[in-house]
T-cell receptor
Framework: DAGVIQSPRHEVTEMGQEVTLRCKPI?????LFWYRQTMMRGLELLIY????????DSGMPEDRFSAKMPNASFSTLKIQPSEPRDSAVYFC??????????????FGSGTQLSVL | DAKTTQPTSMDCAEGRAANLPCNHS???????VYWYRQIHSQGPQYIIH???NNETNEMASLIITEDRKSSTLILPHATLRDTAVYYC???????????FGKGTKLTVNP
């Protein structure tokens, strides 16, 4: 298995532009998580899905952020419009489920986002 | 909010055992303790998890106190490649999501 695949690896954009980050979870995994990491705030959970349904989006910073999971093999995190403070590494992770024994997360390599 | 407490940093000599402590005093009976590590610029990597009993795998050992309020991750023979930030994730407060704290930055010295 190729693991969790994220694209792009690096994204540089200008303030105000739309940014779309992509994630392909491990086949057979039912849960998908989006995290954001900065030096100041560490690793923050933004949103997670279970069986393609958003379960908890309380970590999404504001309305400029949106996430979708149209099917079991693909998810997107969109920022529109982007701002410099959105610069961070965004990680996607998947697991067999949530809670208990199934909460073992497999992380992708991340997308380094720089908003100028 | 992370409900675990870990030292900010630790040092260990190469070849020696690294013992990383974690306090999770509010953990409930059915909540697992998970350990992950993050090597610079990579995604976090699962190490081990446990509920009550001590656990061992090819990467590490996990010792959980009888009252389950704390645990220790043991890397039996630390190498330079074990230099990383180690995260202990304990109580989820009934939520299913895994919340990462600040972790412990372990530096393995030659």
């Amino acid at each position: 298995d190729a693991g969790v695949i994220q694209s792009p690896r690096h994204e540089v954009t200008e303030m105000g532009q739309e940014v779309t980050l992509r994630c392909k979870p491990i086949s057979g995994h039912n849960s998908l998580f989006w995290y954001r990491q900065t030096m100041m705030r560490g690793l923050e959970l933004l949103i997670y899905f279970n069986n393609n349904v958003p379960i908890d989006d309380s970590g999404m910073p504001e309305d400029r952020f949106s996430a979708k999971m149209p099917n079991a093999s693909f998810s997107t995190l969109k920022i529109q419009p982007s701002e410099p403070r959105d610069s961070a590494v965004y990680f996607c992770a998947s697991s067999l489920g949530v809670g208990g024994l199934t909460a073992k997360l497999f992380f992708g390599s991340g997308t380094q986002l720089s908003v100028l | 909010d992370a409900k675990t407490t870990q030292p900010t940093s630790m040092d260990c000599a190469e070849g020696r055992a690294a013992n990383l402590p974690c306090n999770h005093s509010t953990i409930s009976g059915n909540e697992y303790v998970y350990w992950y590590r993050q090597i610079h610029s990579q995604g976090p990597q699962y190490i081990i998890h446990g509920l009550k009993n001590n656990e061992t795998n090819e990467m590490a050992s996990l010792i959980i106190t009888e009252d389950r309020k704390s645990s220790t991750l043991i890397l039996p023979h630390a190498t330079l490649r074990d230099t990383a930030v180690y995260y202990c994730i304990g109580p989820q407060g009934g939520s299913e999501k895994l919340v990462f704290g600040k972790g412990t930055k372990l530096t393995v010295n030659p």
